[in-house]
């Protein structure tokens, strides 16, 4: 079992950065579990954004994110980063990481979630 706390939301003008956290506890190795971040913007469906492997080594981006987000992990501390720079208002959404046992960019492969924080872009 895999308990997944998000922070590091909250409102930004547009163009600007965010760090986002994802803290992971419980009785598993974090450093068992792919990682990923989604989000679900008002009134859409949840999608992919950033999903990084195990070790860090390989990472996956959605193509309206790559170039201004990165995801990485520091598995000593058992916290996954989602640094998102140049923020533009159609990255408002909740975002959302959750933990598989294998790398994948699909929710139905995700075997935990945390519960959400909210990023808001003005403009």
């Known amino acids: 079992q895999v308990q997944l706390v998000e922070s590091g939301g909250g409102l930004v003008q547009a163009g600007g950065s965010l760090r986002l956290s994802c803290a992971a506890s419980?009785?598993?190795?974090?450093?068992?579990?792919?990682m990923d971040w989604f989000r679900q913007a008002p009134g859409n469906e949840r999608e992919f954004v950033a999903a990084?492997?195990?070790?860090?080594?390989?990472?996956y981006y959605a193509d309206s994110v790559k170039g201004r987000f990165t995801i990485s992990r520091d598995n000593a501390k058992n916290t996954v980063y989602l640094q998102m720079n140049s923020l533009k208002p159609e990255d408002t959404a909740v975002y959302y990481c959750a933990a598989g046992a294998t790398l994948t960019l699909s929710l139905g492969g995700m075997d935990y979630w945390g519960k959400g924080t909210l990023v808001t872009v003005s403009s």
């Open positions: 990084i492997s195990r070790r860090g080594s390989t990472t």
């Open positions: 419980g009785r598993t190795t974090f450093s068992s579990y792919a």
